[in-house]
């Protein structure tokens, strides 16, 4: 009866395990799901909202291609060809692999804590400024042929004519030719200053390199100029590769995708959305020193704003004081050597702000997170301590199998999530829940782990019993009933370890910032796994018998004369 409330005790423990992640997972997700910005800016910050110069080139024609990666490219001869002969480098995307934050990553300039889209069921517009409001604010057009999401995030900021399709349409295997036609009709015929063409996740990238190919025969370099890049990889990056009028060609050193919408305001003419945390990238670019100059400390002033309010915000306006009366004055005398014709001291001199400004902002940010982690870091040692403790009870053996139950679990898992996404831990991962169901990622590869965990916790057993010091002289069924009940609380002791780093890392919802994404992911996965897992153990009793039946199936007669006898199968 003893044993029967230990078995007893441990399915109440597990079912606690279950309730709790089960509500911890749907705090997460409503939390993503409910999450607004708080930096929010553009309602009251104007500065320089006015055009700065004229435009550095009569039209920029902008290619997205959703799933192109940096490895395709080598292997596209136009694209190939195209990367060498104009500008090339990567973009580092920080974010998951859900398209709708990445298209407002490109069209705000700014990470997602701040323009406040974290997943593709995110609905309305965005609560921040964009560079299509930007561009028609400057008397600028725009045409469009992309996905709905564009003028949903970023509003109507297009010509009538621009074509939107829909998800629904985005799946036909010939919406890419039709998006290919529509774009190739207005490089041909229309005056827009800016031509956004994007091709949906489903064209394969040899129509891709054929279409946009077909493109660029229309295109006018001289005096027009192409942007090529992908919304977000598996990877982590996306290619970017520039040609035509103000792009000088070489291959530059990796930048992040909040830099491309600033970029593109920057030969616009423009200083890009208000609370965009991207700089220009000048080294790509040839346009006058002036221009260069005028543009850089208008861009570098709305940064500054947007710095002061960030600052602010997070409570750290007086820590933050010293960093932000520096770039002012270097910002006066950027202005200063302008005026006496100094062009190239005046753009250096806003260089130097821009660097001051942002090093504070990512002091700030880190120190914030930090702040956040020490606070949680008791809670997280009293659960290790508990567990820890709670470990130490069982014999040598038992914690032997339990550990080695749960590393063989985490292994497995591992390994199967690297086959299958590429990356185990990766964000992207938090991607294909919303597209494959918790069921498909999680259950089934959980399901399998578990069993492969149990087979090999049967051949430890019988190895234990095979070696003197962990072997017991009389082995019956509550003997190996203990030995399977140690490897599945193993398990569950590996996924609440995980956890509570999780919980140490980004707390228990995602609040005013999104500290890392992967670890979101992983702890997503582990309050999955949990939860999935808790039937396992009402199977538990009927576990060693299963065992005599796989190894008599298994194991050659000769060798199981070898094996000790079971005292439950004599």
């Not at 228990?508 to 396992?536: C, E, F, G, H, R």
């Amino acid at each position: 009866m003893d044993r029967w409330l230990k078995y007893g005790g441990a399915v109440v423990i597990l079912g606690i395990m279950t309730l709790l992640a089960s509500s911890w997972n749907g705090i997460i997700l409503a939390s993503l799901e409910r999450y607004q910005t708080p930096f929010s800016l553009s309602s009251y910050m104007v500065t320089a909202r006015e055009t700065v110069g004229e435009p550095q080139t009569e039209r920029i024609i902008w290619v997205i291609a959703d799933g192109l990666s940096p490895e395709a490219v080598g292997k596209l001869p136009f694209l190939s060809a195209l990367s060498k002969e104009g500008a090339y480098r990567e973009l580092t995307t920080g974010q998951p692999g859900f398209c709708k934050p990445s298209y407002a990553t490109i069209s705000s300039g700014a990470w997602p804590e701040v323009h406040g889209v974290l997943f593709d069921g995110y609905q309305g517009a965005m609560a921040v400024d964009n560079l299509f409001l930007r561009l028609k604010e400057a008397g600028l057009k725009t045409d469009a042929v992309a996905h709905r999401w564009w003028r949903e995030l970023n509003g109507n900021y297009f010509s009538d004519k621009s074509l939107f399709y829909t998800a629904h349409e985005s799946s036909n295997s010939l919406m890419d030719q039709r998006v290919y036609r529509q774009a190739l009709d207005f490089v041909q015929n229309s005056d827009s200053h800016l031509l956004l063409v994007h091709f949906p996740k489903q064209s394969t990238v040899n129509n891709l390199d054929k279409f946009i190919s077909g493109l660029a025969a229309d295109i006018d370099f001289q005096q027009e100029t192409l942007f090529i890049t992908s919304s977000s990889s598996p990877t982590g990056t996306v290619p970017l590769i520039a040609a035509g009028k103000g792009i000088s060609p070489g291959h530059y050193d990796p930048a992040n995708q909040i830099d491309l919408a600033t970029t593109i305001a920057g030969l616009s003419g423009i200083t890009g959305p208000t609370e965009a945390q991207g700089r220009i990238l000048w080294e790509m670019l040839t346009v006058p020193a002036q221009y260069r100059s005028r543009l850089e400390r208008a861009r570098t002033q709305v940064f500054a704003e947007f710095a002061s309010a960030y600052v602010t915000k997070l409570g750290y306006s007086g820590l933050t004081r010293k960093n932000l009366s520096e770039a002012a004055l270097i910002l006066d005398e950027s202005e200063r050597l302008h005026r006496t014709a100094i062009y190239e001291g005046a753009f250096q001199a806003a260089q130097d702000a821009h660097r001051i400004l942002s090093a504070a902002l990512a002091q700030v940010r880190e120190d914030k997170i930090w702040r956040g982690r020490w606070g949680r870091l008791p809670v997280v040692i009293l659960l290790v301590a508990l567990i820890a403790w709670a470990q130490s009870k069982p014999a040598f053996r038992h914690r032997l199998i339990l550990f080695a139950a749960g590393l063989l679990y985490l292994l497995w898992y591992q390994l199967f999530f690297s086959g299958v996404f590429q990356n185990a831990f990766g964000p992207e991962l938090l991607a294909n829940l919303s597209e494959s169901g918790f069921f498909r990622v999680f259950a089934v590869p959980a399901y399998l782990g578990v069993v492969l965990t149990l087979l090999l916790t049967g051949l430890l057993r019988r190895l234990c019993q095979a070696f003197p010091p962990l072997a017991r002289p009389e082995e019956g069924y509550w003997e190996a009933f203990s030995d399977y009940l140690a490897a599945i609380m193993g398990i569950h002791l590996w996924l609440t370890l995980l956890a509570a780093l999780g919980f140490l890392v980004h707390d228990t919802v995602v609040s005013w910032y999104v500290p890392d994404l992967k670890w979101i992911t992983i702890t997503l996965a582990v309050l999955q796994q949990i939860i999935y897992l808790a039937p396992v153990i009402l199977v538990a009793p009927a576990l060693p018998f299963g065992e005599n039946y796989l190894f008599n199936l298994v194991v050659k007669s000769k060798t199981k004369q070898d094996m000790p006898e079971t005292g439950y199968n004599r």
